[in-house]
């Protein structure tokens, strides 16, 4: 059964960092592309950042380009997203979200993904 937790959300105020983790579980870790999106109040989800972890490929949304770094611990099946420089922006539901065989130009696209973690809540105060 595939698994993903994700963790590591929280209240931060602007400028600050979080780190999520996304914990995967019951797949080839390495044969995956682990994604994060983001579901802000009245939005639609959208991708933020996702890596293909068998060759590393990334995909970083332009919003967040420069202040999100996602990174693989294939050792151990867990998915990070360093977040700096958060702004109220940033403000959403961080889901992580798993795939097989996802082409790098697909990596930031919902529907590129076939399962997906519970949410954790990020909150940016001004």
């Known amino acids: 059964e595939v698994q993903l937790q994700a963790s590591g959300g929280g209240l931060v105020q602007a400028g600050g960092s979080l780190r999520l983790s996304c914990a995967a579980s019951g797949f080839t870790f390495g044969d995956y592309a682990i994604g994060w999106f983001r579901q802000a109040p009245g939005k639609e989800r959208e991708g933020v950042s996702c890596?293909?972890?068998?060759?590393?490929?990334?995909y970083y949304a332009n919003s967040v380009k420069g202040r999100f770094t996602i990174s693989s611990d294939n050792a151990k099946n867990t998915v990070y997203l360093q977040m700096n420089s958060l702004g109220p922006e940033d403000t959403a539901v961080y889901y992580c979200?798993?795939?097989?065989?996802?082409?790098?130009?697909?990596?930031?696209?919902?529907?590129?993904?076939?399962?997906w973690g519970q949410g954790t809540q990020v909150t940016v105060s001004s």
């Open positions: 890596i293909s972890s068998g060759d590393g490929g990334t």
């Open positions: 979200a798993a795939a097989p065989r996802v082409i790098l130009s697909s990596l930031g696209t919902a529907s590129s993904y076939v399962y």
